[in-house]
T-cell receptor
Framework: GQNIDQPTEMTATEGAIVQINCTYQ??????LFWYQQHAGEAPTFLSY??LDGLEEKGRFSSFLSRSKGYSYLLLKELQMKDSASYLCAVMDSNYQLIWGAGTKLIIKP | IAGITQAPTSQILAAGRRMTLRCTQD?????MYWYRQDLGLGLRLIHY???????GKGEVPDGYSVSRANTDDFPLTLASAVPSQTSVYFC??????????????FGAGSRLTVL
């Protein structure tokens, strides 16, 4: 079966750095996505990785290792507004998105 | 309208009733999707449409139907609602980002409670 694993919940301090991991087992791979979802709102696109390595976008970076079936989302200089759930999703060989259950990130002052 | 509009925002209905969730996009995206989101589970695809006039079944299609008469509209119908269909429903469409990724844009969601 296809599976995406990510931690259920993480806590971090304002101004700090946090890394949210995602491991996957899918039938084929056509890219990995990270979405942010604030409570009661829709998911919004954060990042996309299809090749190994680090993609940096401001305070957010996303890393991919296809051989390890592993990605992480790195958030720097945390702000209170970063409190949200972060969803990892992989596009499989049929171009269908497989979603993780999401990681709820709690930021404390 | 900017992006995707869903209606209603929330609804409580009795089991056995028929319900249609509406979804309209103004981005001229070809592909549209309906997902449900339940606590502790990832987004699950109900139905999708790759282009106007075509639809397909996703991971959890039973009890739901869709139609795609034109590019903009993609309604989801529950023919006879059951309590297990209590969920938050998200409509989405996909376009291509500058990086070439097939990125989803989501509507604000419809919270449905079936009693």
């Amino acid at each position: 079966g296809q599976n995406i694993d990510q931690p259920t919940e993480m806590t971090a301090t304002e101004g700090a750095i946090v890394q949210i991991n995602c491991t996957y087992q899918t039938s084929g791979f056509n890219g990995l996505f990270w979405y942010q979802q604030h409570a009661g709102e829709a998911p919004t696109f954060l990042s996309y990785n299809v090749l190994d390595g680090l993609e940096e976008k401001g305070r957010f970076s996303s890393f991919l290792s296809r051989s390890k079936g592993y990605s992480y989302l790195l958030l720097k200089e945390l702000q209170m507004k970063d409190s949200a759930s972060y969803l990892c999703a992989v596009m499989d060989s049929n171009y269908q998105l497989i979603w993780g259950a999401g990681t709820k990130l709690i930021i404390k002052p | 309208i900017a992006g995707i509009t869903q209606a209603p925002t929330s609804q409580i209905l009795a089991a056995g009733r028929r319900m249609t969730l509406r979804c309209t996009q103004d981005m001229r995206h070809n592909a549209m999707y309906w997902y449900r989101q339940d606590l502790g589970l990832g987004l699950r695809l109900i139905h999708y449409s790759n282009t106007a006039g075509t639809t397909g079944k996703g991971e959890v299609p039973d009890g739901y139907s869709v139609s795609r008469a034109n590019t903009d509209d993609f309604p989801l119908t529950l023919a006879s609602a059951v309590p297990s269909q209590t969920s938050v429903y998200f409509c989405a469409s996909s376009g291509t980002s500058p990086s070439g990724a097939n990125v989803l844009t989501f509507g604000a969601g419809s919270r449905l409670t079936v009693l």
